[in-house]
Each structure stands twice: as structure tokens, then as C-alpha cells.
């Protein structure tokens, strides 16, 4: 069973803080890792993807991961209540015959302003 | 463009009525995806479309067809409706390829209950 884990939270930040958002993951042959931001009553959209271990920055956000441990994990610097959400995170296996994307429940953030 | 598009919005309905879910996608993308979303239980994948003329089962597909109608349209149909497929629906797509190629982008959902 591929399985991705994540806190509920809430995750509660004051504004300007460093909001950090993690997931492990179960299947060791996963080889795509995304980030969605889901505001209240939206759908899911991409913030980050990341496929290689290491660091990937794109403007406040940084995602990291680190596949020996099986864990993948999304910063987000000078954090504004915009950034208000539900994140999820989802790998993606591409061997075997259903190479779909696993989410987790998801973590919900609330920056404090 | 306005990638993937659902209809409707909202829909309530008895316990054994029967409804269609209809799903557009304008990106040209191959893979089409139903997923229901329940409060503490994240997204579910219901069916999938890998390409046109294909589609298969997902986590929870009991209770549901699907329909790959042609590239742009994926719908998806409850024959009897019942209380517990009460939940919001996405609709998503994506490209067929590789490691970096086939990012989901989701469509706005809808939000059904069942009564």
C-alpha cells in the first residue's frame, strides 16, 4: 500500500515566518514529488514539483528532498496570510501499471498577520 | 485557454437518482483523471484515462463509469446514487511522459450531495 504522511496540522505561523511543511513517504520507487496549495472550497493547484534530491527554489518557496529517507518537505519564507491553505503533498511511482499520483491528507497552514 | 472545466458546480440528490459529470479539458493533454475528495480522507482517485480509448480503475471506483467521450472530454457517471458518494469530485489532467513532463492540473470541482 503506497502511502503518504503528513500532519493535519494547523500549522500556525505569525507573518514573515518560515513556514515548513513536511510528508514521508512509503514507496521507495517514487520518482516525482509535487506540492499543491488548496484554498478553502478551491481545487488543488501546483506549487512545486521536484525530482532529484537536493533543494529547489522558485521565488518564497523551497522544496527538499531527500530520497534515502523517504521524506520530501516545502518551505515557504516571509509567509503572508495569503499563504492560508491546505498543502498537499503527492509522489508518483512510474514503474508498474499504474503510475498515478498518491496524495497525502494534506497539512493546513494559517499565517498569523 | 481555460484548462480543465466541470459541469456543474453544485447538484443535490436523492438516494437512487442517477447523474453524469462532465469534464473538459483545452491543454491537449492525453490523461484524464476523477478523483472525490472527503473531509480527513485527501484525494481519491475514482478512475483514469490514460489516453483516449483506455480507461481503468483507481482506489475507489465502486459505483462509478467513465466515459473517455474523445481527447478533450472525461465524464464521469453515478448509475444510483447513495449518501455515501456525497463528496467533492475533481476532474484533472495531465500529458503523458516521463519524470518532469506530466504535472495534474485540476479543474474547479464539483460539490455533491446525495440525500
Known amino acids: 500500500q503506497k502511502e503518504v504522511e503528513q500532519n493535519s496540522g494547523p500549522l500556525s505561523v505569525p507573518e514573515g515566518a518560515i513556514a515548513s511543511l513536511n510528508c514521508t513517504y512509503s514507496?521507495?520507487?517514487?520518482?516525482?514529488f509535487f506540492w499543491y496549495r488548496q484554498y478553502s472550497g478551491k481545487s488543488p493547484e501546483l506549487i512545486m514539483s521536484?525530482?532529484?534530491?537536493g533543494d529547489k527554489e522558485d521565488g518564497r518557496f523551497t522544496a527538499q528532498l531527500n530520497k534515502a529517507s523517504q521524506y520530501v518537505s516545502l518551505l515557504i519564507r516571509d509567509s503572508q496570510p495569503s499563504d492560508s491553505a491546505t498543502y498537499l503533498c503527492?509522489?508518483?511511482?512510474?514503474?508498474?501499471?499504474?503510475?498515478?499520483?498518491?496524495f497525502g491528507k494534506g497539512t493546513k497552514l494559517s499565517v498569523k498577520p | 485557454n481555460a484548462g480543465v472545466t466541470q459541469t456543474p458546480k453544485f447538484q443535490v440528490l436523492k438516494t437512487g437518482q442517477s447523474m453524469t459529470l462532465q469534464c473538459a479539458q483545452d491543454?491537449?493533454?492525453?490523461?484524464m483523471y476523477w478523483y472525490r475528495q472527503d473531509p480527513g480522507m485527501g484525494l481519491r482517485l475514482i478512475y483514469y484515462?490514460?489516453?483516449?480509448?483506455?480507461?481503468d480503475k483507481g482506489e475507489v471506483p465502486n459505483g462509478y463509469n467513465v466515459s473517455r467521450l474523445n481527447k478533450r472530454e472525461f465524464s464521469l457517471r453515478l448509475e444510483s446514487a447513495a449518501p455515501s458518494q456525497t463528496s467533492v469530485y475533481f476532474c484533472?489532467?495531465?500529458?503523458?511522459?516521463?519524470?518532469?513532463?506530466?504535472?495534474?492540473?485540476f479543474g474547479p470541482g464539483t460539490r455533491l450531495t446525495v440525500l
Open positions: 491543454m491537449n493533454h492525453n490523461s
Open positions: 521536484i525530482y532529484s534530491n
Open positions: 484533472a489532467s495531465s500529458e503523458v511522459g516521463g519524470v518532469g513532463t506530466d504535472t495534474q492540473y
Open positions: 484515462s490514460a489516453s483516449e480509448g483506455t480507461t
Open positions: 514507496d521507495r520507487g517514487s520518482q516525482s
Open positions: 503527492a509522489f508518483k511511482n512510474y514503474g508498474g501499471s499504474q503510475g498515478n499520483l498518491i
